[in-house]
């Protein structure tokens, strides 16, 4: 089993629309949470970290849910620009502080 | 640097021969970390650092795989009698604090022919 599970998609939205993300994780240790995103052939960018008491930036809502071990995004309005895949990440909640990312959801949005 | 730079931007080596890829962290940040990314979306930790001292380097193929960050240099990554299997992008990134947010370099791209 992954540490970070992900639906790789693709999902197919057109703009406009509003699309939801869902991740889990298994270490139960791990403490920092982040959304990133990448484009093909580049790296990851920083979309957003994740607190227990939910955030928003914008269009962007990420929740985590410590106790059921899972992390969701929800993207509103979606924009062209936004077609890309996001990628799931934990801490490895070691002492090490590295990240282990989820294998990626591609999202597609049509005009 | 306000971005974390990586170079060179692709690498080509025949299997055997040896590859060194470079980092230069945001400035500031004292924390350096190494992923190899294959298949796609396969990210696999390598190595980190705090300033020049190694921090974590469990993911390491320790037989060919090297890692330096000296004071007043890029960081380096050295691949010792590269396999196919090497072929991957690497992936820098450099934090401020141990946990905090990591920011990615533009990677290296290795083809192991």
């Known amino acids: 089993r992954k540490e970070v599970e992900q639906d790789p998609g693709p999902f197919n939205v057109p703009e406009g629309a509003t699309v939801a993300f869902n991740c889990t994780y298994s270490n139960s240790a791990s403490q920092s949470f982040f959304w990133y995103r990448q484009d093909c052939r580049k790296e990851p960018k920083l979309l957003m970290s994740v607190y227990s008491s939910g955030n928003e930036d914008g269009r962007f809502t990420a929740q985590l849910n410590r106790a059921s071990q899972y992390i969701s995004l929800l993207i509103r309005d979606s924009k062209l620009s936004d077609s890309a895949t996001y990628l799931c990440v934990v801490n490895g909640g070691d002492s090490s502080y590295k990240l282990i990312f989820g294998s990626g959801t591609r999202l597609l949005v049509r005009p | 640097g306000e971005e974390v730079a990586q170079t060179p931007k692709h690498l080509v080596r025949g299997e055997g021969q040896k590859a060194k890829l470079y980092c230069a962290p945001i400035?500031?940040?004292?924390?350096v970390f190494w992923y190899q990314q294959v298949l796609k979306n396969e990210f696999k930790f390598l190595i980190s650092f705090q300033n020049e001292n190694v921090f974590d380097e469990t993911g390491m193929p320790k037989e060919r795989f090297s890692a330096k960050c000296l004071p007043n240099s890029p960081c380096s990554l050295e691949i010792q009698a590269t396999k196919l299997e090497d072929s991957a992008v690497y992936f820098c990134?450099?934090?401020?604090?141990?946990?905090?947010?990591?920011?990615f370099g533009p990677g290296t791209r290795l083809t192991v022919t």
């Open positions: 400035k500031g940040h004292s924390y």
């Open positions: 990134a450099s934090s401020q604090g141990s946990s905090g947010e990591q920011y």
